[in-house]
């Protein structure tokens, strides 16, 4: 008996001669939700960087860098409060990123609930 082509080799769990590359495309709605929601993921977290950005002092630096380092929605929800309440009030852009970080969480979480 021949063996089978590596790239045709069976994968665990798939039938014979099926390669596990093929079933990347099988749920293409899926694939495109994950896509979907990562992209508005990154709009947030660059609302936040930036937001972040207009911030002075030993405040601004540790949230810079939790900002960065978040990776899930729920992680910059938990800096709101601090970012919201650490935004100068007098500076010209803090009624704008306000605005923003609102839009982008009620954004996340309409789509995440499926309205």
Do not use: C, N
């Amino acid at each position: 008996m021949t063996p089978l082509h590596p790239d045709r080799a069976a994968a665990p769990g798939l039938p014979p001669g099926l390669h596990p590359a093929a079933m990347a495309g099988a749920l293409p709605q899926e694939r495109q939700a994950r896509i979907a929601a990562r992209r508005a993921f990154v709009e947030m977290k660059q609302a936040y960087m930036e937001a972040a950005s207009d911030i002075v002092g030993a405040t601004a630096a540790v949230l810079q860098q939790k900002v960065r380092r978040a990776s899930e929605p729920w992680e910059l929800w938990s800096l709101r409060a601090v970012l919201l309440a650490s935004l100068p009030a007098e500076h010209e852009r803090t009624l704008g990123h306000k605005q923003k970080l609102g839009r982008e969480f009620d954004s996340i979480f309409s789509r995440s609930s499926g309205l």
